[in-house]
């Protein structure tokens, strides 16, 4: 069956660092695209990044463009999610999403001075 499990969240300064992994399971995963969202406390969930299955062209949500990186070890079977220059309002549970069917239990990311 399909797994997806997220990890690398945590507490983290205003412009500090964060990579998060994404490991999966159970398909052919360089066959699909993945994808990274995340919620926040009374907020609806939403897109953060995307990949294609080879990695080769990835899109992100407007507010962090320039500061986020998506990015993928087919041969591990893992995505990743690199958050630079971190802002308190990227506070949020971020999950990974296998073409928004199945996703992670995901994890948390809290931005805090």
């Known amino acids: 069956q399909v797994q997806l499990v997220e990890s690398g969240g945590g507490l983290v300064q205003p412009g500090g660092s964060l990579r998060l992994s994404c490991a999966a399971s159970?398909?052919?995963?360089?066959?699909?695209?993945m994808s990274w969202y995340r919620q926040a406390p009374g907020k609806e969930r939403e897109l953060v990044a995307t990949?294609?299955?080879?990695?080769?062209?990835?899109k992100y949500e407007d507010s962090v463009k320039g500061r986020f990186t998506i990015s993928r070890d087919n041969a591990k079977k893992t995505v990743y999610l690199q958050m630079n220059s971190l802002k308190p309002e990227d506070t949020a549970a971020y999950y990974c999403?296998?073409?928004?069917?199945?996703w992670g239990q995901g994890t948390q990311v809290t931005v805090s001075s």
């Open positions: 159970g398909f052919a995963f360089s066959n699909y695209a």
């Open positions: 999403t296998l073409q928004g069917h199945y």
């Open positions: 990949i294609t299955s080879g990695g080769d062209i990835a």
